[in-house]
């Protein structure tokens, strides 16, 4: 069992910064890939982007690459999300997610999470 909690999250006017994080307890982080992902109201829960456990391998979707990056510090039981440049079209609840993989590799489906964070909102205004 992991326990995810989200942190960070706020509001910022368009072309500014926040920083998200999101601290694990539990059993050994270092094991999990992890990843972000977002929501808006009446749409699916998409991804933002996933990290593998050593955190060698990253992926982002197209949207957010280039201006987010996410980086864990396994010595710290703590993955982030540096989130520059930011546009209204950012705006959605931000989740931390875990997937127990048995292999040093990232994953795209928020459906093959294992563990979810209660989310924390992000919002940017014009």
């Known amino acids: 069992q992991v326990q995810l909690v989200e942190s960070g999250g706020g509001s910022v006017q368009a072309g500014g910064s926040l920083r998200l994080s999101c601290a694990a307890s539990g059993r050994a982080f270092s094991r999990y890939a992890m990843g972000w992902f977002r929501q808006t109201p009446g749409n699916v829960r998409e991804r933002v982007g996933t990290?593998?456990?050593?955190?060698?391998?990253?992926n982002y979707r197209p949207a957010v690459k280039g201006r987010f990056t996410i980086s864990r510090d396994n010595a710290r039981n703590t993955l982030y999300l540096q989130m520059n440049s930011l546009t209204p079209e950012d705006t959605a609840v931000y989740y931390c997610?875990?997937?127990?993989?048995?292999?040093?590799?990232?994953?795209?489906?928020?459906?093959?999470?294992?563990?979810w964070g209660q989310g924390t909102q992000v919002t940017v205004s014009p």
């Open positions: 990290i593998s456990a050593s955190g060698e391998r990253v």
């Open positions: 997610a875990a997937k127990d993989t048995s292999y040093d590799g990232t994953w795209y489906l928020a459906t093959s999470a294992d563990y």
